[in-house]
C-alpha cells in the first residue's frame, strides 16, 4: 500500500535548506556549515582528481596531478573563509528575544554582522539603521567599541553619509532600552536607510 505523501514535510525540508541572508538572524552560524562543507567538498575533489591520475597513469607526474593543485587554490580561499566564519560570533538566541521584543516593526535592523579591518574585527550581533544613526550590539567581550565606531562611521561617510553618529553598546537590557526610544523618533532621512544598509553589509564578512 502507499503511504500518503506529507506536503508540510516538503515545506519543513525547504525551508531548513534555504539560506540564511546576510543580516538576518543565523546568517554567521549558516555560514560556518555552509562553508566548511565547501572546503570539504573541494579538497575531496583535488584529492579525488590527483588519486584518478594516480590509478590511471601509475605515476603522479601527469595532467591530472596539474589540475588537483590548480583546483587547490579555490579551495585554499575556501578554507581562509571558512577560518573566518569560524572565528566570527553571532548573536545569541537570548539577545535575539530581547530584541525582537523591543524592535518596531518599521525599524532597519541587521544581525550577525562580522565587520573586517586591516587592523582589527568587530562582531556585531546586532545593528539598527535609521537616517542619520546606527545603533548596535556587541557580545563579544573584547570588542573595542570607539574602534569599531570609527570603522562604522568612516565606511558611511565613503559612500556620502557623513553626518551619522554611531554607538554600540554592550548590554542587551540598555539596547533594548534605546531601541524602543529609537522607535518613537521621527526620521526625515529615513529614505537613505536602504543604502545605508547595503553599505553595512558590504563591509561585513
Excluded at 573541494?42 to 583546483?71: E, Y
Excluded at 560570533?89 to 523591543?102: F, L, N, P, T
Amino acid at each position: 500500500m502507499r503511504r500518503s505523501r506529507d506536503p508540510a514535510a516538503g515545506i519543513r525540508l525547504t525551508i531548513s535548506m534555504k539560506r540564511v541572508q546576510k543580516g538576518q538572524f543565523g546568517y554567521v552560524a549558516c555560514q560556518k556549515k555552509l562553508s566548511m562543507l565547501i572546503t570539504i567538498i573541494s579538497f575531496g575533489i583535488c584529492l579525488g582528481i590527483f588519486t584518478a591520475g594516480l590509478i590511471i597513469t601509475g605515476d603522479r607526474k601527469n595532467v591530472f596531478t596539474i589540475v588537483a593543485v590548480l583546483g587547490c587554490l579555490p579551495a585554499a580561499k575556501a578554507m581562509v573563509n571558512a577560518i573566518m566564519f569560524m572565528r566570527a560570533g553571532g548573536c545569541s538566541e537570548s539577545a535575539h528575544e530581547s530584541i525582537e521584543k523591543a524592535m518596531d516593526q518599521g525599524m532597519t535592523g541587521l544581525y550577525d554582522l562580522y565587520m573586517t579591518s586591516y587592523q582589527e574585527n568587530y562582531a556585531i550581533s546586532h545593528l539598527v539603521v535609521t537616517g542619520n544613526s546606527v545603533t548596535g550590539l556587541t557580545e563579544d567581550p573584547g570588542c573595542d567599541l570607539s574602534a569599531a565606531e570609527k570603522h562604522v562611521a568612516e565606511h558611511l561617510g565613503v559612500d556620502g553619509f557623513k553626518d551619522v553618529t554611531v554607538k554600540i553598546h554592550t548590554n542587551v537590557d540598555a539596547y533594548a532600552q534605546r531601541l524602543v526610544r529609537i522607535a518613537k523618533l521621527s526620521d526625515e532621512h529615513a529614505s537613505r536607510i536602504p543604502a545605508m544598509a547595503e553599505t553595512l553589509k558590504a563591509i561585513s564578512l
